[in-house]
């Protein structure tokens, strides 16, 4: 037979054991941590649209410095032939042909010049698009900061509480029988928690169910006494 002293450890251990399950369960359902995790998941779509509109960006960028290289070299191009045609001593057939030439180069001139501003326009648009998502995400990110800050703040006080639990516990454990013990864990795994409860007036803890007294008899000759209903030890 258990002695008492081991029934009233175990008691004292379950205790213990429920705090920690209870500080658990609240350190995982703040409501602070719902806001958290809402702030974070629209920080990452806002981080999305930001970098979809900044790679836009680099390719506009890229876009505007190309057509801006080409007309560079196609002016370079009119400048040299309008030289030419203008220094003279061709004859009059390639006069003509550098003429022509140079109203050519300029008609594309003017397009290149029309696409220029085209993407210049493009790209400042981008521009402004891009610096507001990264404003929006800035915003985003210091509100997911501050509420981060306070779950942290939240879970330093509840892990201190259960430090000084899993400290306690540490002193109980050792009291207690090892073939008690794993008794125990293993009745608490399948009984949400509770495994050892106290018979009061006739009624389990556990199950608050009643036990007649021929039935108490019955429970008192086992090693460790379970409730007849739900298996619990039962301290009686
Ligand atoms: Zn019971």
Redesign the pocket.
Known sequence: MKDMQSFGDLLDLQDVDLDIDRLLHTRGTLPILDDYKSAHGATVVAKGEFERLDGELKLASRDLDKAEGELEILEEKLGREEQRLFAGGMSARETENMRNEVISLRSKQSEMEDLVLGLIDAREALEQLTNAAGARLEELKAVEAKLEAEVAQAWKKIDAELARREGSKAEIVPLIPPDFLEMYERLRDAKQGVAI?RLVDGV?G??H?ALSAAEQLEVAAEDPPL?L??R?ILVL
Request: net charge positive; proline share 0%.
């Open positions: 409860s389990c556990g199950c169910l409730c209903h739900c619990r």
